[in-house]
């Protein structure tokens, strides 16, 4: 285990930060990304990378193969968060939530996959959502770039298989981290005072988060995909009614979930 190479985006903060601490006590060669770079303080090397830049991201990922020779686990982690009804979200705020969350997703797989297969071994491992597994009202975009993620690396994993590349979706529900407080509301002030439950379900949220456990059991839960030779699909963590809902979902009908969101999120 110790010397593998790992590359995690979004590591300045919350999750991202956590799995590259988890890695490199580990004993793993950890470099971190973020749009700052190297401001901070962290046990590991920090890139500066915008993962809605492809060039930001293909001179990390050669920054990495020249110094280390290989990358044995990519991180998916970056991602921003947009609140807002449907009504008020605009077309140029829904591609910044998808450029940062599925877009950059992609810019990272296809910048590491040739140097994966050529050295024909490796993890990709995405950190989904919950919530792109249960679309979250209010949070439409948000869901909607998580679905996408959850087929994109469905799709991958099995295109990549056969390299002994081992694509993973790790599936938080709400954490304790800073998204919370960086989450940006759709600029559309006009549609949201029609949308009265719009205040009292975005405060549910952010108790939700803030209540729940911090992003040390992501760390935990990636340092086991890891160390598994042949790890599933998908890994969901988090509080246990919300990982209990994911199976709701599947054996329940859609009307019994339905109406228990509304209750849950004061959409009634």
């Known amino acids: 285990m110790n010397g593998r190479v790992a590359l995690i985006t979004g590591a300045s903060s919350g999750i991202g930060e956590a799995c590259a601490r988890r890695l490199q006590e580990l004993g793993f060669r950890v470099y971190g990304t973020s749009r700052s770079g190297e401001g901070g303080s962290f046990p590991y090397a920090m890139l500066c990378v915008d993962v809605t830049d492809e060039r930001s991201v293909a001179r990390a990922v050669e920054t990495v193969l020249s110094r280390e020779g290989r990358i044995d686990i990519a991180v998916n982690n970056a991602g921003i968060a947009l609140a807002g009804p449907v009504e008020s979200t605009t077309v140029a705020e829904a591609q910044r939530q998808f450029d940062v969350n599925f877009f950059g997703a992609l810019r990272i797989c296809r910048a590491v996959l040739p140097a994966m297969r050529e050295q ?20 439409p975009m948000y869901s909607a770039s998580k679905f996408a ?24 529900g709400d954490t304790k981290t800073p998204i919370t407080a960086h989450r940006i509301l759709t600029s ?13 379900a975005l405060k549910r949220m952010a108790e939700d988060e ?3 456990p911090g992003p040390e059991g992501v760390a935990r839960l990636l340092e086991r995909v890891v160390n598994t030779a042949e790890p599933r699909l998908r890994y969901t963590c988090g509080p246990p009614v919300q990982r209990a809902a994911v199976w709701l979902k599947r054996l329940l009908p859609n009307s019994v979930l339905e109406y228990g969101m509304r209750k849950y999120y004061c959409l009634d």
């Open 120 to 139: 024909g071994s490796g993890y990709i491992v995405s950190v989904g959502s919950i919530g792109g597994l249960i679309a979250i009202p209010f949070q």
């Open 210 to 212: 803030q209540g729940g």
């Open 149 to 172: 993620l959850e087929g994109m690396m469905e799709s991958l994993r099995l295109e990549v298989r056969r390299f002994g590349i081992r694509v993973v979706l790790i599936e938080p």
């Open 188 to 200: 559309d002030s006009g549609a949201k005072p029609v949308y009265r439950s719009f205040d009292a």
